[in-house]
Each structure stands twice: as structure tokens, then as C-alpha cells.
């Protein structure tokens, strides 16, 4: 396993940090994860902040999900906001958080819900980076208006919406 405290793959940005915590080599590439947080930050108009995104395995992500989530199963990405609005106030740029994706999690859904690979890793880093910038899916309301806007950016992107059946 890579040592999860050497983050990287490529060249860093400023504001976009990935690590790897997993052997798994199937994911996308640092400009790609760029261009998706890019296209987000834009069409929300929204000032770029500090994201790390974690690549880890299902049993690290198990163990974030209990404890964080009192679920004791893996996910397919977590997200934890690190934006204080006090502390947000004195700084040049907000800090947002940390997106964590489990890779075999993504990689299954995607094959078993027949959706293009890269399709599906925009959607787990655009739906967590929504998180990061306040939105929810607690209820209905929510729920909809998230989608909504997970389709709108996945579409500007270049990808269907992940909403749709696609095992039809």
C-alpha cells in the first residue's frame, strides 16, 4: 500500500490535494478531478477552496462510515466540511474539507449499474464536493435540488445524468 502521508498524483494545485490509501489503480487522473472541481466552483460562482480528495479501500472507508456515520458498512464517498464561519472570516480563502471515495465501491457501482467509469467518478466527486458547499439530500426537497444540480454539472461536463436507469 503507498503511504497515505504522501498525497499526489501528479502535479499538485493549490487547492486540490488526492491521496492514495489503496492499492487500486483504476481512477481517474489528477487533471481530471481538476477540471470536475473547476467546472463546480465555477458554475456556482463560488471562491475555490482547499480540497483533499482520499482514494481508500473498503475497509478504511467502513471504519470512517461507523464512526462518523454509526453505519458499519463501507460507502461510496464520505465528505467532512472543515469550513468554520468565524474562523472562515480571517482567512484569504475558505477552507472546505475532505472528500473520501472508496475506489472498489466506485468501480463496482459503475459496472453494475452500467455507467461510464469516468461518468461515475465525476458524480462521487461532484456529489461530494456539494456536500463541502452546504448541500444535502436529508429530505425530499433537498434530495431534489441536489440532483438537479449534480445533472445540471455532470451534463456541462459532458456526462448523462446519474439519475438515469441505465440498466434498462
Known sequence: MRDAALPIMGKPTSWLEIQF??????????SDFECWASKVFDY??????????RLVNEV??????REYRNIDKPT???????SDPVSDSFLLEPLLGDIVICVPIVL???????KQWL????HMLVHGLLHLLGYD?????????????????????GFPSPYLDSTT
Do not use: C, R
Not at 490509501?21 to 489528477?30: G, K, L, Q, W
Not at 456556482?44 to 480528495?53: A, F, H, K, R, Y
Not at 461510496?76 to 472543515?82: A, C, I, T, W
Open 76 to 82: 461510496n464517498v464520505l465528505s467532512f466540511s472543515l
Open 44 to 53: 456556482l460562482q463560488v471562491p475555490v477552496g482547499p480540497v483533499v480528495v
Open 21 to 30: 490509501a489503496t492499492d487500486d489503480v483504476d481512477v481517474p487522473s489528477t
Open 119 to 122: 461518468a461515475h467518478w465525476a
Open 60 to 65: 478504511e472507508m467502513q471504519a470512517l462510515n
Open 108 to 114: 463496482s457501482e459503475a459496472n453494475k449499474q452500467h
Open 137 to 157: 439530500h436529508e429530505d425530499i426537497i433537498q434530495a431534489e435540488e441536489m440532483e438537479s444540480l449534480e445533472t445540471s454539472l455532470l451534463q456541462q461536463l
